[in-house]
């Protein structure tokens, strides 16, 4: 068994391609965590780690062992990311635990569903920024966001006046769901940040140093954020979103939506 130390930082594959569900890759550590799962650590991956906003990916893994045994499948059903390295969390299908060397070939499986609905209801958080402008909210800051099934939710910093709340809920599902009708590209670049800066309206968040490369994601052509996640290929893949409630106090307003499919 191996430890997860002094390993090189995994290459996000889902960040040239957010739309690759199969892939390889490269063993480089087996081990058992903390809390007694185990852990494998690849050279490179297409899962996607749970953070900002968005859970992690659920698949398998294959491991090859030599050419005349039989693959060894692993399950996956979390995936973490910590220090620049992927922790793929899961169980082994079969009665004994295997021995793992570093270098194996492994196959990667992403589960297509669960991807796509992750991607849809993150793109749909970031559909709701790009409206707000167009209701005459475009004074609300995007902050936090939960971009999980069991509820799904964007805060902003800033108020609606209460007599307006239900009006502008209105307001926002509609223009939301006429930009999924019209439908637009989704971009995911990695730039320059001075770049990146004029794609997001001139500004980046103070938290984006400024000797790095930021991702950056557009939704259509509206102006971008900085975001490492995955999201549809066109927004109308989206499909329809409803806003089921806006609530706004103590100098916060928060939207709960869903995706309808």
Request: net charge negative; proline share 6%.
């Amino acid at each position: 068994m191996m430890d997860g130390k002094s390993e090189s930082p995994t290459k996000l594959d889902y960040y040239d391609d957010m739309w690759k569900l199969q892939s390889s890759a490269t063993l480089l550590s087996h081990f058992k965590g903390e809390d007694g799962r185990d852990v494998l650590i690849l050279d490179r991956t297409i899962f996607y780690p749970q953070g900002g906003g968005q859970p992690a990916d659920h698949g398998f893994l294959s491991i090859h062992p030599s050419d005349s045994d039989s693959a060894i499948k692993f399950v996956v059903t979390d995936v973490r990311s910590k220090d620049g390295l992927v922790f793929h969390y899961g169980f082994f299908d079969g009665e004994a635990e295997p021995q793992l060397q570093k270098g194996k070939e492994v196959s990667l499986f992403v589960d297509e569903s669960r991807r796509n609905l992750n991607s849809r209801l993150h793109s749909a958080g970031h559909l709701l920024d790009a409206c707000l402008p167009r209701i005459g909210l475009g004074h609300l800051e995007p902050g936090k966001a939960y971009h999980f099934a069991d509820g799904p939710w964007v805060e902003y910093k800033g108020t609606i006046p209460k007599n307006e709340l239900q009006n502008k809920q209105k307001d926002l599902e509609l223009e939301a769901n006429s930009l999924i009708s019209v439908g637009g590209k989704v971009h995911a670049d990695i730039l320059p940040y001075d770049e990146a800066a004029k794609l997001c309206g001139g500004c980046l968040p103070d938290y984006v140093p400024k000797e790095s490369t930021p991702r950056i994601v557009r939704i259509g052509e509206n102006p971008g954020c900085p975001c490492g996640g995955t999201h549809v290929t066109d927004i109308s893949d989206i499909i329809q979103v409803k806003v089921s409630q806006i609530r706004s106090k103590k100098g916060l307003t928060k939207v709960s939506y869903n995706v309808v499919s």
